[in-house]
């Protein structure tokens, strides 16, 4: 038996061997080996928390992903995406030159040829925190007639947390709202958003409020008339002429119901009791105001200029000559005999007494029932309306005779 088995045991041996390499001939030929490279894998990082929670934040430099290059069966190679290999880095074990390698999850039956690159390079630095000021940032305009105020803004003061090198870029925290066409109070909250010194976005920071809230203030606004009323009376011999405002009208800000309550601004605030002489003065218009009810423009005050003026007297001469005989009958001949002028005098306001002149006094006397002889007559005068005479009468002494009558038969 042993016999038979061991008869042609070379030739049974080559056969074996040849059947085999046949086989594995048939097999490769139908599903052979074949090597691909896979661009592009993302690497986790895991693990991050033994960096941070010491107060250092990571700066990848290197190793954001990876390529690899494996083998295997094509039927199982041209089936490989990123998707299928797993590539990752522990943070737990990065070395002292701050690199940590990547390693990789294959599917079963595919071999790793290469891998680049072969770690992640990671920079450390400090985690520092600062604060900063939320800044208000007004988007478009509220509706005709309405004006945004100040908002209030919770939290006002954000603390921003990141690494050094970003902290240090950041210039502002800044609040976006759009209060494009609103009429009334408006509340929103917005996510803050952070700025570098040259206006962009920066990422990467962690802020101790996602959210802050922001209230905007609405009032509507109104132009109301300024209406003057002075209080007092001048110093004696002064007189009061008026008052020119450096504006006539101002405007305010208030709540719906009370802003159209207010039909104008009384300024009654201003004493002229013994003032002499035109001044200017100045008047706070926000004291004036009723509450709940605030000035809408940039400027608080006006200018009030007050016009006081003297009271002043005047002397006018005149002669005989310029006293009208009013009265008379036609055969009456009428003769003042006073050589000497006849002063009257007025008093008035200064610039108006100052033009006037001689011509608009006109005085006169009457001989109206007078019979002929000398007589004692009063002087009247018919003098401009807006002044005073304040001199004592003046008498003159008349004499009246009857008027000749030339004889015709004389005459020719």
């Not at 661009?39 to 430099?61: C, D, F, H």
């Not at 423009?297 to 002669?319: A, G, L, N, W, Y």
């Amino acid at each position: 038996m042993i016999k038979k088995l061991t008869n042609n045991l070379g030739w049974k041996i080559l056969s074996l061997l040849l059947a085999f390499l046949l086989w594995l001939t048939v097999i490769n030929t139908e599903d052979p080996q074949v090597s691909t490279t896979i661009r592009g894998i993302p690497v986790e990082k895991l693990n991050e928390s033994a960096i941070t929670s010491q107060k250092r934040a990571i700066q990848y430099v290197a190793g954001d992903t990876v390529d690899v290059k494996v083998k295997g069966k094509r039927s199982l190679v041209y089936k490989l995406t990123a998707n299928n290999i797993r590539a990752y880095a522990d943070m737990k074990n990065l070395s002292i030159t701050d690199a940590a390698d990547i390693q990789l999850d294959l599917p079963n039956e595919i071999e790793l040829i290469s891998k680049s690159p072969s770690s992640v390079l990671v920079k450390l630095e400090k985690i520092i925190r600062k604060q900063l000021e939320v800044q208000y940032e007004k988007q478009g305009k509220t509706k005709s007639g309405f004006v945004d105020l100040n908002p209030t803004i919770t939290p006002s003061v954000i603390e921003l947390e990141a690494a050094e090198s970003t902290i240090y870029k950041v210039e502002k925290v800044v609040v976006p709202v759009n209060i494009d066409g609103i009429s009334g109070d408006f509340t929103i909250s917005v996510a803050p958003q952070v700025f570098d010194y040259s206006g962009a976005l920066v990422s990467g920071i962690t802020t101790s409020a996602n959210q802050i809230q922001v209230k905007v203030p609405v009032e509507k606004t109104r132009t109301i008339p300024l209406n003057f009323q002075v209080k007092g009376k001048p110093g004696e011999e002064y007189v009061y002429l008026g008052a020119t405002l450096s504006s006539n009208e101002i405007q305010v800000r208030g709540k719906q119901n009370l802003i159209d309550k207010l039909q104008e601004l009384v300024i009654d605030n201003v004493d002229i009791s013994e003032m002499n002489t035109k001044q200017t003065v100045t008047v706070n218009l926000a004291k004036l105001l009723p509450d709940g009810i605030s000035l809408n423009q940039d400027h608080s005050t006006i200018e009030v200029e007050i016009d006081i003026e003297p009271i002043i007297s005047r002397e006018f001469e005149f002669t005989a000559e310029d006293i009208e005989i009013k009265d008379k009958t036609d055969n009456q001949q009428v003769l003042i005999l006073n050589e000497e002028p006849i002063v009257v005098t007025y008093k008035g306001i200064e610039s108006v007494i100052k033009e006037v002149t001689k011509e608009q006094i006109k005085p006169f006397l009457s001989v109206s029932d007078r019979k002929n002889g000398t007589h004692s007559i009063t002087v009247e005068w018919d003098g401009p309306e807006n002044l005073e005479r304040v001199s004592p009468e003046v008498q003159v002494t008349v004499e009246i005779s009857a008027l000749e009558v030339a004889d015709a038969s004389t005459v020719n």
